[in-house]
């Protein structure tokens, strides 16, 4: 079992910055990918970013260059780096682990936190 706890949302002008971080704990050793997702208001959610265990970080088409996903050799904790943001990322962003235990796989999400950027 994992439990995924986010933080940094908030409200932000265009052009401006956030911090989002997710805290894991429970059985963080069988984590083998994290992600952040957001979900706008009507929209289906949608993946921002993913790192796996030994790989590249992958990011969206419409994040790319603009947000940073880093996470701590643990993976007590993973964070994105929210720069020049635009309104249409406004939405509520949410973490997900995704951990193997005996070749199954499990997939687990944080709560959520809004994040709201005024033009």
């Known amino acids: 079992q994992v439990t995924l706890v986010e933080s940094g949302g908030g409200l932000v002008q265009a052009g401006g910055s956030l911090r989002l971080s997710c805290a894991a704990s429970?059985?963080?050793?069988?984590?083998?990918?994290m992600a952040w997702y957001r979900q706008a208001p009507g929209a289906v959610r949608e993946l921002v970013a993913l790192i796996t265990s030994g790989g590249s970080p992958f990011y969206d088409d419409s994040v790319k260059g603009r947000f940073t996903m880093s996470s701590d050799n643990a993976k007590n904790w993973v964070h994105l780096q929210m720069n020049s943001l635009k309104p249409e990322d406004t939405g509520v962003y949410y973490c997900?682990?995704?951990?193997?235990?005996?070749?199954?796989?499990?997939?687990?999400w944080g709560q959520g936190t809004q994040v709201t950027v005024s033009s």
């Open positions: 997900r682990a995704v951990s193997v235990a005996c070749d199954v796989e499990y997939g687990y």
């Open positions: 429970g059985t963080i050793s069988t984590i083998n990918a």
